[in-house]
């Protein structure tokens, strides 16, 4: 059976028979004395993708990040050859099943030259961290096969970056980034929209630079103990209910904040160094992506 389901042993012919057994009041499977409960492997999905079947708690976001992002790595450096090869893989995949190329034959060198101009100009897109993934894995390869230590961490830092753009820009990972952004813009709204009067509206704009004094943990500790926010910022004509709600969307803003620097760090480091390496590289870098799209073609 694919999905979970109990068992037992027949006392006479001694055949295991499967079955589920249904519980009425907490509409789960109902596991007696004597049988076993199992749970297929491969059954418990855990993704981004909100019809799954595994269904994500807060605490869980970290581990599938995790997951994302380190189920990869090497546990030893005599693993790092397959990690490498791993990596050319994971990118020739991306390639083959792109549809800016689909069209083409890149175990050709002409079809191979071709999706190179597709994509070289699309610096955001999948395709382009894909096969740079694939260059940096195979430049990080020829280094350690030289000794060249410089070109071993460069190439090692670069292929690390792309493989996590080709992880954020996944159209599911992306989607669910931009409508994270969307819901805490639609909290805002809604608290606008909740305003009784347009007096309100404007003594809620007027509030925002106090909220946005606070520190996050005043913040958090004003949301999480429920007590009127009102009194604390000397505010009596405004409910509560739109003071409670205006001070846990700026909260949730000290996390965006972070997240945005953070991420605009990372552009800004990866944008800088692709540039610099990829000048004084000249056309090395070019011929390998093209080795590499002709090699996904034939891989």
């Known amino acids: 059976m694919q999905t979970p389901h109990l068992s037992s042993d027949c006392a006479e012919c001694s055949r295991t028979a499967y079955y589920v057994r249904h519980d009425p009041e907490t509409d789960g499977i109902k596991l007696e004395a004597g049988e076993r409960f199992t749970i297929p492997a491969g059954f418990i999905q855990l993704s981004l993708e909100p019809s799954g079947r595994g269904k994500l708690f807060r605490p869980g976001v970290p581990f599938l990040l995790k997951q994302f992002f380190l189920n990869q790595h090497p ?3 005599e693993e790092v050859e397959d990690l490498l090869k791993s990596l050319e893989a994971e990118a020739d995949a991306i390639l083959k099943a792109s549809p800016l190329l689909k069209d083409l034959d890149l175990e050709k060198d002409s079809d191979a030259q071709t999706g190179w101009v597709r994509i070289r100009d699309k610096t955001d897109s999948r395709e382009f961290h894909a096969a740079s993934l694939g260059s940096f894995a195979k430049v990080l390869e020829t280094a350690l096969e030289t000794n060249d230590t410089q070109l071993a961490a460069w190439a090692a830092y670069m292929a690390g970056t792309c493989r996590g753009l ?6 599911l990972f992306e989607q669910t980034l931009w409508r994270g952004y969307l819901a805490n813009d639609v909290v805002y ?3 606008s929209a909740a305003s009784r009067t347009p007096a309100e509206a404007e003594a809620m704009k007027k509030l925002a630079p106090l909220f946005q004094r606070l520190d996050e943990m005043t913040l958090h500790a004003w949301v999480e103990c429920k007590l009127p926010i009102g009194p604390r910022i000397g505010v009596k004509n405004l409910p509560e209910e739109l003071l409670s709600a205006l001070a846990k969307w700026h909260l949730s803003s000290f996390h965006r904040q972070r997240e945005d620097a953070l991420r605009a760090k990372a552009d800004s480091r990866a944008t800088s160094e692709m540039r610099l390496k990829w000048l004084s590289f000249g056309l090395a870098i070019p011929t390998v992506i093209i080795a590499v799209l ?5 891989g």
């Open 75 to 77: 546990k030893s450096k």
């Open 166 to 171: 080709t992880i954020v820009t996944e159209p």
């Open 189 to 191: 709204e809604a608290i």
């Open 294 to 298: 002709k090699y996904a073609g034939g």
